[in-house]
């Protein structure tokens, strides 16, 4: 059987999806890129803003145009959702978060219910996609924040936290398989641990406890962690993770907006006060961490005012990285139900001016490293050379100098690299190096 796996959204789904192949191939089945002929495709599909639902429909679509007869398979948020969005004819078979653990055996029967299907499917050469050089370990699930414009709370259900043996068995397994960096996910990371989220009611911990235990991991080189609240940031946590020398200087903090009342609006439950407050706390701890976040513009009710107070925030924080996005109205969601709705032309010109100014604010940051010397993880080799993450996740160009070797470089190797300049292509912003 020939299987071809898709995955939109967060690391959350990456991670899931990566357990469905793995137990595609124990069951003897073999991956193919998505864009091949396959007998089943799996769409892990996404729901949080009206682009990626659209993105999913146009997916699950496109298996359908690859191969009439496959058995196509919906999962994920947008079917969690549903709604009058879910194509009722572009899937076979739907399958909702809950159920995701059991997919690989629910296609095996709507199979089996196949009649018509034979079980060879000739003698076509088989090609494995290219492995991550990092490895996503989610840890945790479901959201009870339920702030004003997020649909997840609704489509991922409680908190649940997996068991810290099992993360920590999870963990020396990846290491093993040759994987040098482990990046912890979770819908709501930053509830990784709280009692009630564990099997026994009455265990608790916390996420700095288990990195101190995942520092410890042999073959594990570096630790990342997905997006997290800045309310984890607090003195006991930052005591907590003093050894762990494997987690890298790099937090995603989500902020959304700059904006006290937008804030208030957004059911964010900290203030750009405290939000400031938690990045002081991670800089006197290490000065050099890299803070990425991700800003919400146009949400209903935000003036050209809230919105300058937004831009001046990024400012005064100073972020290695800005995701921005255009509000994206969800029914089902409070804010979603607000006649302040912001026009679509005001939100597009928010956030070109957000976007450059993310852009600079990056530059700004890679450009303190140049002439430091930096680990770079090597993820892909292209035609201007090897391309990987520092630790503080900064995209770099990596080559050799005049006449030295390369064939002493490979994927998956962290390698030191002197850095030399800072370059913008395609609107993303690169360091360049040399090995040193």
């Known amino acids: 059987m020939r299987v071809a796996l898709y995955t939109l ?38 729901t949080v803003t009206q682009m990626a ?12 145009r690859l191969n009439p007869e496959a058995l196509i398979v919906a999962a994920g948020c947008f079917v969690q959702a549903g709604g009058e969005e879910m194509p009722k004819d572009a899937a076979d078979l739907y399958i909702g978060n809950e159920d995701k653990p059991r997919l690989v055996q629910m296609v095996d029967e709507a199979m089996r219910d196949r009649m018509e299907r034979t ?5 076509i050469r088989e090609e494995e996609p290219r492995e991550h050089t990092r490895a996503f370990l989610k840890i945790q699930d479901g959201c009870r924040q339920y702030c004003s414009y997020c649909i997840i709370p609704y ?15 999870e963990a020396k397994d990846l290491a093993a398989r040759g994987y040098q960096e482990l990046v912890l996910t979770g819908i709501h990371l930053s509830s990784y641990g709280r009692k009630g989220t564990f099997s026994d009611p009455g265990r608790q911990t916390t996420l700095g406890a ?17 997006s997290l609240e800045p309310g984890l940031i607090t003195e006991e946590y930052l005591e907590e993770i003093a ?51 991700d800003l919400i513009v146009g949400f209903p ?35 979603a139900k607000r006649k302040d709705q912001v026009p679509e032309d005001v939100k597009h010109e928010r956030s070109e ?29 292209t035609e201007r050379g090897w391309e990987g993450y520092t630790d503080h996740y900064i995209r770099t160009l990596v080559t050799t100098a005049e006449g030295a070797e390369t064939g002493r470089l490979s994927e998956n190797q962290i390698a030191r690299v002197r850095l030399q300049s800072c370059i913008c292509q395609g609107g993303e912003i690169y360091l360049k190096g040399v090995i040193a």
Do not use: W
């Not at 789904?13 to 191939?25: H, P």
């Not at 079980?119 to 003698?123: L, P, R, S, V």
């Not at 489509?155 to 068995?169: D, M, Q, T, W, Y």
């Not at 831009?311 to 409070?334: N, W």
């Open 53 to 64: 639902a659209k993105k999913s429909r146009q997916i699950l679509h496109r298996a359908r």
């Open 301 to 335: 009710g935000e003036t050209r005012e809230d919105f300058e107070e937004s831009l001046a925030f990024l400012r005064q924080i100073g972020f290695s990285q800005v995701h921005v996005f255009k509000y994206s109205r969800r029914e089902g969601t409070a804010a």
């Open 353 to 381: 001016r957000a976007i450059e100014e993310a852009r600079a604010l990056s530059e700004r940051f890679a450009s303190r490293f140049i002439g430091s010397v930096q680990n770079v993880l090597l993820e892909e080799r």
């Open 243 to 293: 050894e762990a020398d494997k987690l890298c200087p790099h937090y995603h903090l989500s902020l959304q907006s700059g904006c006290a009342k937008t804030l208030r609006s957004m059911n964010r439950r900290y203030t750009p006060e405290e939000y400031a407050g938690a990045v002081e706390l991670l800089r006197r701890f290490r000065p050099d961490t890299a803070i990425t976040t």
């Open 9 to 46: 959204g967060c690391k959350v789904n990456s991670y899931e999806t990566d357990k469905i192949r793995e137990t595609f191939q124990g069951e003897g089945a073999v991956i193919v890129p998505f864009t091949e002929p396959a007998d089943v495709y799996v769409v892990n599909t996404c």
């Open 210 to 226: 288990l990195i101190g235990r995942l520092n410890e991991t042999e073959g594990l080189t570096r630790i990342r962690l997905g």
């Open 119 to 123: 079980e060879a499917c000739g003698e």
């Open 155 to 169: 489509v991922r259900g409680p908190l649940r936290s997996k068991e810290p043996e099992e993360v920590l068995a």
